[in-house]
Structure formats: structure tokens, C-alpha cells
């Protein structure tokens, strides 16, 4: 098995700063791990490195101490590379309101909510961003480890592209391709992915990492030798599954719990909204040996519990309605009837409410909402500062 590259070996961008890019065959294909283990392993070898994804798209994201939003990964990464976060590590993060709309965050303030089509026109400004931050940490840092997003081969996306091939091309550093092994399929993703770019992306291509493998090395030898072959690019590393790794997930929900029913203490249902954010702030109860913690899918009832949560929403009005379209209004009622308790986050906490107002269409249609009505408070979104309040009256 091969080894990575070390710090002594990694190219060299602007300002003598060494630069290197993860970008991934397919979205959860180990680009976060990566950029967070070669993190901790340069800080080990006392080198000043900092993450850098240029944008990120994502319902979950943590507060820099300067109080500006960014991804969790880079948050996670800061602190692997200990340093502190801030938002030149992720300039530009998007957090979707609708199918076909976001919430556009820059430097971790936001700006506004776009459609798609016109973030797309707004790229140019979008990269300028970017390369602001870029700039600013490759002043301050000696390697620079970035973060691609989702795959670099969506050939949709590739025009005005900001957040895998267009950042590396302008940054002219050099790409690992990391993919999933666990998926199946990975020499057909590594292969694939490869052949969709540019003749001068595929040269910026310094080699792949395959992660998730588990069994015995010895059998996939043929298949590296194969692709090393075919490609002329070497096999950096073969990463093994690792399991009850508790990393926060930018994306997908993670609701495997390891827990023996038999000592569970309390259970807590999270009925899942369309627009759920921040997630993973449920995952410390996950962990928990003691606690069951169920995930409500739509168009399932929420199952006897002790507990339900309504968690944060990017776009309160629209799952307050899911909500009552699933039926669980009423099953939440039934709960409280015989005992139960019901806690709510954020959003989930404006829906307990009387009324939810969106007169200026903030997030999406301009209207107003009956809420739940166990608490005695009315939300106003507010267009000044994208602030929502919240007042008893």
C-alpha cells in the first residue's frame, strides 16, 4: 500500500505556500476526513496549516468566534489543525430554502436568498470572494489544505465553476481524487471522473485515494495496478473503514445508534422537516448509551416517546405545513394529552407558537402562518439584517 505525500512534497501556490486539493468522485466520498486527517498530521509535524473549502452547500454550519457562519467540516478541520475558525475557511456557503432557491452567505454574513439562476449569474462575484480569502490565508499559513464539494465531473455545473476544478485551476494548485469504495463502482467513478475534465485539470491530477475499503488489501492489488495503468496517475493511499467514527454530517442524516434497548432511559422522536437544519446538533443525543433517539421520517407517525423535538428549519412556514400535512399536529397533542414533553429548536420553537409572519417573503411566498399555539409568541421575519424575532404579545 502506498503512502501519501508528505508536507515536504507538497506543491508550492503563492507566496511559498504549499496548496493542496481533495476533491471527491461523489459527494460523501471521504473529502472531509482527508483534508481533516492531513490537518492533524501537518500540525503533528509543526507546520501552520489551515483548511479552505470554497464553498459550501449545506443545511448544518458552526459559528466562528467572530460570530460569522461557515461549514462544519472547516470548523471540525480548524480544530484538528489547531487553529482558530474564521470565515476566509469557507467563503461562500449556501444554505437551501427551496428546491430551487438559497439562502447565500458570504464571509459568513448573508447577503440574500437567490434562485439558482441567479447565484449562477453571480458566480463571478461569488470567485472573487474566494480568492479574497484564498489570498488572505496563504499570507498567514504555510500549507493550505482544501476542499472540494460534491464531484467535480457534474458537467452542469462546470461553467463558472467555483468550488472544485474553477478554485484549483485559478489557484493553479495540484488534486487528489478520493472515492468510495463502500458505494461500489470505484474504478468506474475514479476512471469517469477523470476522463470528464479538462486536459489541463487531468494534469493538475496528482493522484487517487480510495477510502472505505475493508477485507484483504491483497485482493484489490489487481484492480490499483489496473487503474495506475489506465490512468498513468499513482494510487496514493487505501484508506480502511473506520468504524463508529462520529463525525457531524454536512448532508445526509445519520440515525444509526449503537445502544442496547434494554438500558434505554429516555426516548426522543425528531419528526425530519424538508428543510431540517443543523442536525447534527442531535448527534451528542445519539451517542448517548441511554437514549433512543428516532428520526421521523415523512409520511411515518411519530412513535411512542418520552420526548419529541421539532428541530430548525431554513424555511419555517413550508414544514410547519408539512407538519400538519403528515398529521403529526395532532399526534403532538395526543402526546402532550397522556404526559409527553415537546421541545423546540429554533424554528421548531417558532412553530410552538401562535403565528409565524413572513410579510416581506423572506423565505419564500409572503404570508402568514397559524402556529402550533403552546407557546404565547408570534415570529416576524425581518428583512434588514435576515434576522428573525420572535415576541410574547
Same mark, same amino acid.
Given at each position: 500500500?502506498?503512502?501519501l505525500?508528505?508536507?515536504n512534497t507538497?506543491?508550492?501556490?503563492l507566496?511559498?505556500?504549499?496548496t493542496?486539493?481533495?476533491q471527491?468522485t461523489?459527494?460523501d466520498?471521504?473529502?472531509?476526513?482527508?483534508?481533516?486527517g492531513?490537518?492533524?498530521c501537518?500540525?503533528?509535524l509543526?507546520?501552520?496549516?489551515?483548511?479552505?473549502k470554497?464553498q459550501?452547500m449545506?443545511?448544518?454550519?458552526?459559528?466562528?468566534p467572530?460570530?460569522?457562519?461557515?461549514g462544519?467540516?472547516?470548523?471540525l %478541520?480548524?480544530q484538528a489543525a $489547531?487553529?482558530?475558525? +474564521?470565515?476566509?475557511?469557507?467563503? @461562500?456557503? &449556501?444554505?437551501? =430554502?427551496?428546491?430551487?432557491?438559497a439562502?447565500?452567505?458570504?464571509?459568513?454574513?448573508?447577503?440574500s436568498?437567490?434562485q439558482?439562476?441567479?447565484?449562477?449569474?453571480y458566480?463571478?462575484?461569488?470567485?472573487?470572494a474566494?480568492l479574497?480569502s484564498y489570498?488572505?490565508?496563504?499570507?498567514?499559513?504555510?500549507?493550505?489544505?482544501?476542499?472540494?464539494?460534491?464531484?467535480p465531473?457534474?458537467?452542469n455545473?462546470?461553467?463558472?465553476?467555483?468550488?472544485?476544478?474553477g478554485?484549483?485551476?485559478?489557484a493553479?494548485?495540484?488534486v487528489?481524487i478520493?472515492?468510495?469504495?463502500?458505494?461500489?463502482?470505484v474504478f468506474?467513478?475514479?476512471?469517469?471522473t477523470?476522463?470528464?475534465?479538462?486536459?489541463?485539470? %487531468?494534469?493538475?491530477?496528482? $493522484?487517487?485515494?480510495? +477510502?472505505k475499503?475493508?477485507g484483504d @488489501?491483497? &485482493?484489490?492489488q =489487481?484492480?490499483?495496478?489496473?487503474?495506475e495503468?489506465?490512468?498513468n496517475?499513482?494510487v496514493?493511499?487505501?484508506?480502511p473503514?473506520?468504524m463508529?467514527?462520529?463525525?457531524?454530517?454536512?448532508?445526509?442524516i445519520?440515525?444509526?445508534?449503537?445502544?442496547?434497548k434494554?438500558?434505554?432511559?429516555?426516548?426522543?422522536?425528531?419528526?425530519?422537516?424538508s428543510?431540517?437544519?443543523?442536525?447534527?446538533?442531535?448527534?451528542m443525543?445519539?451517542?448517548?448509551?441511554?437514549?433512543?433517539?428516532?428520526?421521523?421520517?415523512q409520511?411515518k407517525?411519530i412513535?411512542?416517546c418520552?420526548?419529541i423535538i421539532?428541530?430548525?428549519?431554513?424555511?419555517?412556514?413550508?414544514?410547519?405545513a408539512?407538519?400538519?400535512?403528515h398529521?403529526?399536529?395532532r399526534?403532538?397533542?395526543t402526546?402532550?394529552r397522556?404526559?409527553?414533553?415537546?421541545l423546540?429548536i429554533?424554528?421548531?420553537?417558532q412553530?410552538?407558537?401562535k403565528?409565524?409572519?413572513?410579510?416581506l417573503?423572506?423565505e419564500g411566498?409572503?404570508?402568514?402562518?397559524?402556529g402550533?399555539g403552546?407557546?404565547?409568541?408570534?415570529?416576524?421575519?425581518q428583512?434588514e439584517?435576515?434576522?428573525?424575532?420572535?415576541?410574547g404579545?
Open positions: 500500500m502506498k503512502t505525500p508528505n508536507a507538497l506543491p508550492v501556490s507566496e511559498g505556500t504549499a493542496l486539493m481533495i471527491g461523489t459527494t466520498a471521504g473529502k472531509s476526513l482527508l483534508v481533516t492531513f490537518c492533524r501537518l500540525k503533528r509543526n507546520y501552520n496549516v489551515t483548511p479552505f470554497p459550501t449545506a443545511l448544518n454550519s458552526a459559528v466562528t467572530g460570530g460569522g457562519e461557515i462544519r467540516a472547516q470548523a %478541520q480548524a $489547531g487553529v482558530i475558525p +474564521n470565515v476566509d475557511m469557507n467563503p @461562500i456557503l &449556501l444554505k437551501p =430554502s427551496s428546491d430551487t432557491g439562502q447565500v452567505i458570504i464571509h459568513g454574513k448573508a447577503l436568498n437567490m439558482a439562476q441567479a447565484y449562477h449569474d458566480k463571478k462575484v461569488a470567485m472573487q474566494v479574497e489570498k488572505r490565508l496563504i499570507n498567514q499559513y504555510q500549507v493550505v489544505m482544501v476542499e472540494g464539494a460534491g464531484s465531473a457534474e458537467i455545473l462546470r461553467e463558472g465553476d467555483i468550488a472544485n476544478m478554485f484549483a485551476e485559478a493553479d494548485c495540484p487528489i478520493v472515492a468510495d469504495i463502500d458505494k461500489g463502482g468506474a467513478h475514479l476512471v469517469g477523470l476522463e470528464l475534465l479538462s486536459a489541463s485539470e %487531468q494534469n493538475r491530477v496528482v $493522484g487517487f485515494v480510495i +477510502n475499503f475493508r @488489501i491483497a &485482493l484489490l =489487481s484492480g490499483l495496478d489496473w487503474i495503468e489506465r490512468t496517475k499513482p496514493l493511499g487505501v484508506l473503514y473506520l463508529d467514527l462520529h463525525l457531524a454530517e454536512e448532508d445526509a445519520q440515525a444509526s445508534q449503537n445502544i442496547d434494554n438500558d434505554v432511559r429516555l426516548r426522543i422522536a425528531v419528526p425530519v422537516f428543510r431540517i437544519s443543523n442536525h447534527t446538533d442531535f448527534d443525543l445519539r451517542a448517548h448509551p441511554q437514549l433512543e433517539l428516532t428520526f421521523v421520517p409520511g407517525s412513535p411512542g418520552d420526548l421539532l428541530p430548525g428549519s431554513k424555511h419555517v412556514r413550508d414544514d410547519l408539512l407538519l400538519k400535512h398529521g403529526w399536529d399526534e403532538i397533542a402526546h402532550l397522556y404526559g409527553g414533553k415537546v423546540g429554533c424554528g421548531g420553537y412553530m410552538l407558537g403565528s409565524i409572519q413572513d410579510p417573503g423572506i411566498k409572503a404570508g402568514i402562518s397559524a402550533l403552546y407557546l404565547n409568541i408570534n415570529t416576524e421575519l428583512a439584517k435576515q434576522l428573525t424575532h420572535s415576541t404579545y
